[in-house]
Structure formats: C-alpha cells, structure tokens
C-alpha cells in the first residue's frame, strides 16, 4: 500500500520531470525561433520560462515541507536535496533557452555553422538526463558526461568560425557576436544537463562526484582520445 509519504515524494519527483519536460519544450522552441526568424516562437519561450519558474518555487515549497515534516533519511533525503539542487539547474536551461530565443531576432546572418548541431545534442542531452533521473540510471549519467565534451569542442569550432566571419567583414561583427553569445547558452545548457546527471549519481550511490577529479572534463577528454574507434 502506497504511503503519504511515498506519494508526497512521487509529487515532487513529478514535478521535477514536468519542469524538464518544460525546458525540453523551450529549448526545442527557442531553436526553431532561431532558425526559422519566427520572432512570435520567442514569446512563446518567455511564457514558458515564467512556467518553470513557477514550477520551482512549488517544488521548492514542497521539498522545504517534507523535509520539515518527514525528517527523512538516507535516500530520501538525497532525493529531496539532489531534487532541489536538479530543478536549479532546470531553472537555469529555461532561462538560456529564453536568452536563445532573444537574440534570435538580432542575429542577421544565414550560415550557423555547428549551432543546429549544438542544439540537437543539447536537447539530447537533457532528455537523457531526465530519463537518467526517472530511473535512477547511473552508467547513463556517465555517458552525459562524455557526450559534453563534443559540445565544448562545437563551441570552440563556432568560435573560430566567428572570428573568420569578423575578419571577412568587420561591418557585421554585432549580429555575429549574438550567434557567440548563443552558442555559449547552448554549451552552458549541456553543463546543466551533465549537473543533473552527477546528482543521480548521488541520489543512487551517496557519493558526490560534482568534484572528483577522474570525472573531471580534462580526463574525460583524455580518456576519449585514448579510447578505440
């Protein structure tokens, strides 16, 4: 027989998956606003910004109860913390998404470069993530972790694309320093996703990896290139 408490929990856990759900959808809107100059898409990101962000403080309200409710311990109470500190980082990809979808109207060049790549993997990224906190999937979570460093590496590509741009034509460096600026969110989204993913690693092992240095990005790009095709 289901508890109060296991239901209290299942609402928070819920929640948490909705606001997910919400930042998938505003990321995927804010692309298509980019790609497509459908300025009215960028309203539609800002209405579903305003979502999460109400999404959040039920969550938070919610978990700040339990907790002084229930005293929970051991795994609850790592799924109430790691819960919490998730759905900051839930919060921060709706506020990038809505950054995105800004500037789309101010980016006046057609060649993208690795930006639509970026985003598809980015929206990967977080799918994965949610699907890794729905299941509790730690050797999932780890793949996340790689799968990061090709969206620091298309970053760095844009930025050198950038550059090239600039130096063609000075004249457009405004409307190139908002694609920059773009691609930056999409890389400081695939951080948050690999965020969530190490607090899974906490809620189902206690360990907390935010921190260890063998998953640190400089050894994971080490290990990669050492790993066979």
Not at 79 to 106: C, F, P, Q, Y
Not at 117 to 122: L, N, V
Request: aromatic fraction near 6%.
């Amino acid at each position: 027989m289901t508890t109060y408490i296991e239901n209290n929990l299942e609402n928070i856990r819920s929640k948490f998956l909705l606001m997910g759900q919400f930042a998938t959808d505003s990321l995927q809107i804010a692309m298509e606003s980019l790609l497509e100059g459908d300025i009215q898409k960028a309203k539609i990101v800002r209405k579903k910004d305003e979502e999460i962000d109400n999404l959040e403080n039920e969550l938070s309200a919610s978990v700040t109860s339990h907790l002084s409710t229930h005293a929970p311990v051991a795994t609850d109470l790592r799924l109430l913390v790691s819960t919490m500190k998730a759905s900051h980082e839930i919060e921060r990809i709706g506020d990038e998404a809505k950054a995105i979808a800004r500037r789309s109207k101010n980016t006046a060049i057609h060649d993208f470069n690795k930006i639509p790549e970026m985003g598809e993997i980015a929206l990967d990224m977080i799918r994965d993530a949610l699907s890794v906190f729905a299941e509790f999937d730690e050797a999932k979570a780890k793949n996340i972790w790689t799968t990061d460093l090709e969206v620091d590496q298309l970053n760095s590509d844009n930025m050198s694309f950038c550059q090239d741009l600039v130096n063609q034509d000075p004249t457009s460096a405004s409307s190139i320093f908002e694609m920059l600026f773009i691609s930056k969110s999409l890389e400081r989204i695939a951080d948050h996703a690999v965020n969530i993913s190490k607090e899974v690693v906490f809620m189902a092992t206690s360990r907390d990896v935010r921190h260890a240095k063998e998953f640190k990005k400089s050894k994971l790009r080490k290990k990669s290139l050492n790993t066979p095709k």
